[in-house]
């Protein structure tokens, strides 16, 4: 079985500062990595997703994450933060075969302080 | 535009009382989805339907139900037996089911809380 870990339940940063956002998997077979974001009241969105080849990858408004396949990590970083990206960012996962349904973290709420 | 509409965004439930969620799509997705997200608990999948006429269960599938009569349509009832429906609930579509590495698309959620 698969499962998804973010550590960080919460993390402030001030506007312009670079921050990181942690996940990290388990699973016995190879996997496909979302980050999603939500915003106040309303549903997720794509933010990106590595599925082979470069293990950086870039996203939208800036983001990227970086697959570790060592450390069953993929990361999401951002060289510096708008007070607009504060929202509940999730980290999942899906496997070949098993269709489209994501495993989801438990989300981190990034809040972004002037 | 094409999206998925979620309604209504939000409901009352009374003890003992059914009610059911709507959830459209025009994207002509083939793949529906329902999630439930809890605080501090991220998402977890309720039921899915790949085609229709036809759905499975999730993780959480006891006490809901569903029926896809139609491409564009994904209803969920909570029903009586959900002792803990308090939560969001998020729809999502997706192009073809099977593929791993397709995105999800989602709609702006129902919030649903007990009177």
């Known amino acids: 079985a698969q499962s998804v870990t973010q550590l960080d339940s919460q993390v402030p940063v001030f506007e312009e500062a670079p921050v990181e956002l942690r996940c990290n998997y388990s699973?016995?077979?190879?996997?496909?990595l979302f980050w999603y974001v939500q915003y106040p009241n309303q549903g997720l969105q794509l933010l990106l997703k590595?599925?082979?080849?470069?293990?950086l990858v870039k996203g939208i408004n800036g983001f990227e994450a970086e697959f570790n396949k060592s450390q069953t990590s993929f990361h999401l970083r951002k060289p510096s933060v708008h007070i607009s990206d504060t929202a509940e960012y999730f980290c999942?996962?899906?496997?070949?075969?098993?269709?489209?349904?994501?495993?989801f973290g438990t989300g981190t709420q990034l809040k972004v302080e002037l | 535009d094409g999206g998925i509409t979620q309604s209504p965004k939000y409901l009352f439930r009374k003890e003992g009382q059914n009610v059911t969620l709507s959830c459209e799509q025009n994207l002509n997705h083939d793949a529906m989805y329902w999630y439930r997200q809890d605080p501090g608990q991220g998402l977890r999948l309720i039921y899915y339907?790949?085609?229709?006429?036809?759905?499975q269960k999730g993780d959480i599938a006891e006490g809901y139900s569903v029926s896809r009569e139609k491409k564009e349509s994904f209803p969920l009832t909570v029903t009586s037996a959900q002792k803990n429906p308090t939560a969001f609930y998020l729809c999502a579509s997706s192009i073809v089911d099977g593929g791993a590495d397709e995105k999800l698309f989602f709609g702006s959620g129902t919030q649903l809380s007990v009177l």
């Open positions: 699973s016995s077979v190879s996997v496909y």
């Open positions: 999942a996962v899906s496997f070949t075969g098993g269709g489209n349904k994501l495993t």
């Open positions: 339907s790949q085609i229709v006429n036809d759905f």
């Open positions: 590595y599925l082979s080849g470069s293990t």
